[in-house]
């Protein structure tokens, strides 16, 4: 298949109505795997939903939903190796669910504790969330680069906003990507609002995709809602890097159903049409819809579906609400290996602060 | 520099053409010398060389166009000069090369060698004319308090100033504590009859001979103990120190080898003392080494004493004021003249027998 | 005269290391030997920055790596500093150990998010599970009459940040011992070389890969009457001032701070418990520079053993002013005299 063509349009396997509009490649026909990506869509829904209401009741700390785009992290998450490294930025709960960082870890972060970057399994080379934006893309070219001075047959799959994009971080690392071929996947999550900022006004290039010209690298767009588009354009992606055949960038198109965070209010700044019509290119309906009509699916396993996850959501949601705060020493010893005199100092008296706050109780 | 590179030739000029080499590899060139005629648009220009040198290699044929920048030759035997700095000028080593000596860390842990107070504590020593070196501190950490500056400055008000100890009243302050401290101290006490003296009888004299002869009958009192290595050293020599009062304080000089010289040789010897001590002219050789000590406080007053053993010496004789005493005797009651003794022996190392009976001898000599 | 040693000067016949040749080098030669020694000793040591390959390096720091190494541990990168120090995170995390330079420490600034966003957080915000131990060089400081941005002196916006460390060398056994151990560290280090005596001194050093320990200052000389304290090029001028002191009959102690962060405060205490005075003469800027958290620190832990206020020699709060009047913004020798006898004078220990 072949992916850059000019014009730029994104690639789609299954529209907005679950309509195939180009045969899906052999992986993808086989009704396991996509009703895979559908529950794994799915569970991630039910979770984010249920993160954001926690936080409404004072019970989450402010928290980035990622509603109407988790066929960008589910299709991520399965087109993976594991071998690959995922370098996030911080809407990528699908992904990082995917590849093993359980509910209750990703809550734990949220939440508040260090202890929810602490990944463990496959996911245990992967990098935390990152705050500050773009930044994680140069984290990729470094890993990439780590990886190619080692000849390893492995790749950095990084995900960034489009708002990202506009940063100079994200332009010296696809330029060192261009000028070094590095095995490294940039994946933007155009979902077309970088908190009230729109797209429109982010750039004025017509795509993000064609920026990879600049960098001399490949780039395209792909429909950001179709998980199946998602999964085959990534999977052609990381093959290319491990065959040290450079990077790749992919402008998953898609739309920010939610706030920017939960402490983001958009009907400030879009309209409820807008809104309204971008639900209707939403990516599980469209799945489900699809698994339908190939008779993949039907109302009683959708059922079974939704119990299962809204049981596994509230388990890890349970788990997660008895987590005790972690010691307060936990604050000192991870700063360096080992911890200098003048820090050992100061990590007693917040033992001594915390002693005397406990007894005082 | 290494290579000779086409200089700007001015005007915004480029380039230029070779039209004739004047040197060629091999030659040596001065300073300024014509290496090389080149023709620009505008005219031909003689190129001086750099530097003294001696062509290595020319970069060119005659009739090539060169550009400004481009090596035009080479020099022999220079290394290629490098900068290695593209901003600024960076100032070059001079020839030193030691290897560095240095204290990785502290020079030392100890104790703060100031004593501990605040600035305002010091501040107030300050005022109230409080030398602060000398109060002890009764803080935290022996850290001088208000207090402590406040009771020192009292103690002064009242009492005076204090006055530190120096020289000679240090060194007895210090001997005498380190002597009280490690010496085991026993003073036996007689009287001796002493009524057939003459008149004018020099009686340090008397003293000096007795002691003499008592060394001479035992031995261990004339000796120098070693504690740490509990070794004693009975020396056959006996130098004695004769304890001097004076204004500045105790002196003890040493008058040497007491039984082998002449009583005239030995009166000599202890008058220059006396001289030297009093003019403060006396080396500190001729205070060291005693073997045994004489003290002859009853040249002032008091009768019986506990004088102090100096270590590494074993004994000490103190001689008192004579005193008369009613005795009695054979014809009725009559009035002699005694004279105290008192004999402090280090019982470390001394007997109470070998003290007694050197005690005796003295009192024996004495009676003469 | 030629201003450096070629290569072939510097390289072993056995890539052993050698306690028994030594190298009269300078600092900047110092640094060479160091970064050939860890790139043979480790071969996850790479080295990243610009015309550091092809080039040496415009200070030479780096020369004769690439040849030796090859491109793939030697990397010329595209003229982006916040790249350099972003990647230089990536590469961490993956146990490589990037030495990574920026060529000016006027061009550090692009890094600041990285080196405090993310290498200072990276061990800490995954509670030990991944780490940055990088190092981060730079020619750091003034003096040499260099155009604007190229005489910078702000290590104390690098100080403040819990998680990482900066270490600045004084001379070239110094250089080539904590250079050592910075690369052998686990985590991040911002390496600051005062460029004015890059080559300045020639001192006698092996090349036998030992490092010397971080987290520590150095007693350069010893004391009695008052404590000097200083880092970078200007330990030269304190030593000077030392000397000049000695024969006015002033006992002065230096010590090289080395480690600027996190700091041995033990040293600084011990040696003005013994003096009681102290003058910190830092190159940089006054207000909230490096001396401000040492005496803060002296006032702290050895207040009582003070006899009078711990004095300052710093630069103006100004920037660096351009090159001709440079002399006029940097501490010199009679500055640091003059703190020097003001302290003892104050305290009545000399009029």
Known sequence: MQYTTEPYHPHQFIDAEGALTMSLPQALQEPELLQSLYRHMVLTRTFDQRVVALQRTGQMGTYASCLGQEAIGTGIGYALADTDVFVPYYRDQATQLARGVSLQKQMQYWGGDEWGNYFEGIAHEDFPNCVPIATQVTHAAGIASAIKIRNQKRCALVTCGEGATSRGDFYESINLAGVWQLPVVVVVNNNQWAISVSRQIQTGANTIAQKAVAAGIEGFQVDGNDVCAVFDAVQYATKKAHQGKGATLIEAVSYRLGDHTTADDATRYRSHEEVNEAWKKEPVKRLQSYLHQIDAWDESREQALISESKKSVEEAVQAYLKLPKQPVTDLFDYLYEELPPALLTQKNKALAKQTTAQRGE | MKYFKLPDLGEGLQEAEIVEWHIKPGDPVETGQTLVSVETAKAIVDIPAPQDGIIAACFGKEGDLIHTGEPLLEFQGEEQEDSGTVVGKMETSQARSEREQFIIGSAYKAAPAVPLATPAIRALAKRLKVDINHITGTGNHHMITSDDVERAARLTEDLGEATPLRGVRRSMARNMAKAHAEVVKVTIQDDVDVEHWQQGEDITMRLVRAMGRACTQEPTLNAWYDNENDSLRLIEKVDLGIAVDTPDGLFVPVLRNITTRTQDDLRDGLTRIRADVKKRTIPPREMSGATITLSNYGTIAGRYGNPVVMPPMVAILGAGKIYPCVISHADGFASHRFMPLSLSFDHRVVTGGEAARFLRAVMDDLAE | ?351
């Open chain 3, 1 to 351: 005269m030629g201003m450096h040693e070629s290569p072939d000067n510097l390289k072993l016949s056995n890539d052993a290391p050698d306690n028994v040749t030594a190298h009269i080098v300078t600092m900047i030669e110092a640094i060479n030997l160091a970064l050939h020694r860890a790139m043979i000793a480790d071969e996850n040591v790479v080295v990243l920055g610009e015309d550091v390959a092809n080039n040496g390096g415009v200070f030479r720091a780096t020369i004769g790596l690439k040849d030796r190494f090859g491109c793939k541990r030697v990397m010329d990168t595209p003229l982006a500093e916040t790249l350099i120090a972003g990647i230089s995170v990536g590469m961490a995390a993956q146990n490589l150990r990037p030495v990574a330079e920026i060529q000016f420490m006027g061009f550090i600034y692009a890094t600041l998010e990285h080196m405090v966003s993310h290498a200072a957080r990276l061990r800490n915000r995954t509670r030990g599970r991944l780490h940055c131990p990088m190092v981060l060089r730079a020619p750091y400081g003034g003096g040499i009459h260099a155009p604007e941005h190229h005489s910078e002196s702000t290590e104390a916006l690098f100080a403040h940040i819990p998680g990482l460390r900066v270490v600045i060398p004084s001379s070239p056994t110094r250089a080539y011992g904590l250079l050592l151990s910075a690369i052998e560290d686990p985590d991040p280090v911002v390496f600051l070389e005062p460029k004015r005596i890059y080559r300045m001194v020639k001192q006698e050093i092996y090349d036998d890969g030992v490092g010397l320990p971080l987290d520590t200052c150095y007693t350069l000389r010893q004391g009695s009457d008052i404590t000097l304290i200083s880092w970078g090029a200007l330990i030269h001028e304190t030593l000077q001032a030392a000397a000049t002191l000695e024969q006015q009959g002033i006992s002065a102690e230096v010590i090289d701070v080395a480690t600027i962060s996190p700091l041995d405060t033990d040293t600084l205490v011990s040696s003005v418990e013994k003096t009681g005075h102290c003058v910190v003469i830092q190159e940089a800027a006054r207000h909230c520079g490096v001396a401000a958290e040492i005496i803060a620190s002296l006032n702290e832990l050895a207040f009582n053993a003070l006899k009078a206020p711990p004095a300052r020699v710093a630069g103006y709060d100004i920037p660096m002013p351009y090159f001709r009047r440079e002399d006029d913004y940097l501490p010199n020798v009679g500055d640091i005299v003059n703190a020097a006898k003001a302290t003892l004078m104050t305290s009545g220990e000399r009029s």
